[in-house]
């Protein structure tokens, strides 16, 4: 059996795809880290004004994700939906990097750019079209594959892109390398992508509502639910981390961003791993161990109180962060698995709730704890979730024995 790295530079259904998740992730981490300052301090939205612009872009996102997602399973091929949707990244990004005003600002974050940010479902729908046809193992593998090398293009654009800008008065011009990105996304698929895939066994004939009611049937929502349960611990040690570092640990904000920037290349071999582990265990099972691991972490870091103890968790920090950030992706695709873009954009509604679980962490963790108890609280959150998903899984396993 080839290894999954060789079937991805191998295969061109698989090559293309993830190339141009490795451009994506240019979009997004170039513009993330400076998007609140260009919005708050340059332009002069008001806190409260920028928070529900973020809310709001992230609903279409998840609608535009559910949408395309089931769209594209009703189409032989998803070249198209990925041009359309670089185009949408070229225009949101270049338009604030050219006219860099608030109403562009806001009119490119609430539509344009959560357009282009569904290209990330619809790409993973792509990579999952293509290892249908494959053994369940390898095909796991290939996916934290493509998730690792994203994951590693988003550890490399912050640190290039501040080089690329240091001295520049505004971070505004990030938004035109994005731009470029965007370009690009659009050149990788409308030069290289195959214009006519393999006939996928059978095109979804369903009306739009039913292919959403099997979205929020029980069995599949309950379990979205969970894992953004997880996801959420991720999300809360984004924010908690540089706090607990900077306040309890003695650290600075140098400190912050060595620190992640370290996790986020630590990521990419261990998820090559949990990838390596799904061909001989249960996805299930792989996914509960690993996020065992990031709560017995969140349990550490709220005992840290020294610089070194933190960069001491960051092997740990990173392999369980690993787990829930690329072994789900192959779960949620498999609760719709004979529909590659309606699975997929489960991980858009996976990320949404996610991001809504963390900030309820933080805000129920802050309001009776300082943020080393928030993190603990968050530990102890992440256990119960893991024993719901092993509830509902064993709970799933016994009705098939029946």
Partial sequence: MPSSFSSVISDSRIRVPTLTLVALAFTYASTVPYQSIIGINE???????????????????VASSL?????????????????????AGMLGFGSIAILHNAPVFILSVLFLIPLS??????????VRARTNQMDRGQAAAITSTVRALYSGSWALAPGIIGLCLVGSPSMTPAYGIAALASVTCFCLYFFFAPRNGPAPTSLDTTSFL?????????????????????LGLQRLSGMVSPLIVTHAAGGTVVDVGFLAGLTAF???????????????????????????????????????SARWQVYALLPINACGAAAILSVPITYLQDLIA???????????????????VGAGLFAFGTAVSDYSGTVQIAAVAGVISVGLLMLLESGKRQARTA
């Fill in 210 to 230: 039913s292919s959403l009611g099997r979205v929020f049937a029980p069995h599949v929502l309950l379990r979205v639910i969970v894992m953004s349960l997880l």
């Fill in 266 to 304: 630590l990521e990419m071999p261990f998820m090559m791993m949990w990838g390596l582990a799904q061909k001989r265990f249960q996805t299930v099972h792989v996914l509960a161990f690993g996020s065992l691991l990031y709560c017995i972490h969140l349990v550490l870091l709220g005992f840290a």
């Fill in 43 to 61: 332009l002069g939205l008001s806190d409260a004004g920028y928070s529900a612009l973020i809310f709001a872009a992230a609903v279409v996102n």
């Fill in 67 to 87: 949408t395309l997602g089931i769209w594209s399973d009703k189409l032989k091929e998803r070249r198209p939906l990925v041009l359309a949707l670089s185009v």
């Fill in 117 to 126: 940010n569904s290209t990330y479902s619809l790409l993973f729908a792509s």
């Fill in 338 to 356: 004979d529909r590659p873009g309606l699975g997929s954009s489960l991980i858009s509604l996976n990320t949404f709730i996610g991001i809504g």
